[in-house]
T-cell receptor, first 117, second 115 residues
Framework: KQEVTQIPAALSVPEGENLVLNCSFTDSAIYNLQWFRQDPGKGLTSLLL?????REQTSGRLNASLDKSSGRSTLYIAASQPGDSATYLCAVMLLLILTGGGNKLTFGTGTQLKVEL | EAGVAQSPRYKIIEKRQSVAFWCNPISGHATLYWYQQILGQGPKLLIQ????????DSQLPKDRFSAERLKGVDSTLKIQPAKLEDSAVYLC?????????????FGTGTRLTVT
């Protein structure tokens, strides 16, 4: 059974700091890994999606890396801003799914980020 | 393009009462998902539909939870009777199809509080 863990559970940093969020998964036979952002009272917004054949993806100040062999992914946020405050979730899609639902996502528990002025 | 619509946004009920949530997926999306997100945890898939057929309901507590997707568009998720541990955010998502290459798009969710 795939398990996804995110460390730390919560993080508070001053504005302008660079930071790294971690995600680890137990089953390395994944199809892709996705990072989401969740704001209070809002749904999930997809930030970056990394295919299993890729090492990293970049979007603006965000960079996500994937090391499938070690079962790890990191989300790097450069020059953090108060608007980055949110919960960040990683989710993996397994390569093989026995119960049907070819694109089932397994989510981590999330990292709650607060960027202070 | 309109996103995934869910209602209500919030619901407070007493235990043993019934509750229903509604979801309207993105137009043209054949696959619809219901997730449960308990506070401090990641979303957990409850049920997945492909058009109006169930693809995966392995984690749906079928003694109290039910879901339907009539005509392959809108969907409702029902809890009857509710328990305290059902307090959570219920997220609906949709994708073009159930194949791996299609991303899921999420609604804003319904926050349920059971007292």
């Amino acid at each position: 059974k795939q398990e996804v863990t995110q460390i730390p559970a919560a993080l508070s940093v001053p504005e302008g700091e660079n930071l790294v969020l971690n995600c680890s998964f137990t089953d390395s036979a994944i199809y892709n890994l996705q990072w989401f952002r969740q704001d209070p009272g809002k749904g999930l917004t997809s930030l970056l999606l990394i295919q299993s054949s890729q090492r990293e993806q970049t979007s603006g100040r965000l960079n996500a890396s994937l090391d499938k062999s070690s079962g790890r992914s990191t989300l790097y946020i450069a020059a953090s801003q108060p608007g980055d405050s949110a919960t960040y979730l990683c989710a993996v899609m397994l390569l093989l799914i026995l119960t049907g639902g070819g694109n089932k996502l397994t989510f981590g528990t999330g990292t709650q980020l607060k960027v202070e002025l | 393009e309109a996103g995934v619509a869910q209602s209500p946004r919030y619901k407070i009920i007493e235990k043993r009462q019934s509750v229903a949530f509604w979801c309207n997926p993105i137009s043209g999306h054949a696959t619809l998902y219901w997730y449960q997100q308990i506070l401090g945890q990641g979303p957990k898939l409850l049920i997945q539909f492909q058009n109006n057929g169930v693809v995966d309901d392995s984690q749906l507590p079928k003694d109290r939870f039910s879901a339907e997707r009539l005509k392959g568009v809108d969907s409702t998720l029902k809890i009857q009777p509710a328990k305290l541990e059902d307090s959570a955010v219920y997220l609906c998502a949709s994708s073009l199809a159930g194949s791996k290459r299609y991303e899921q798009y999420f609604g804003t969710g319904t926050r349920l509080t059971v007292t």
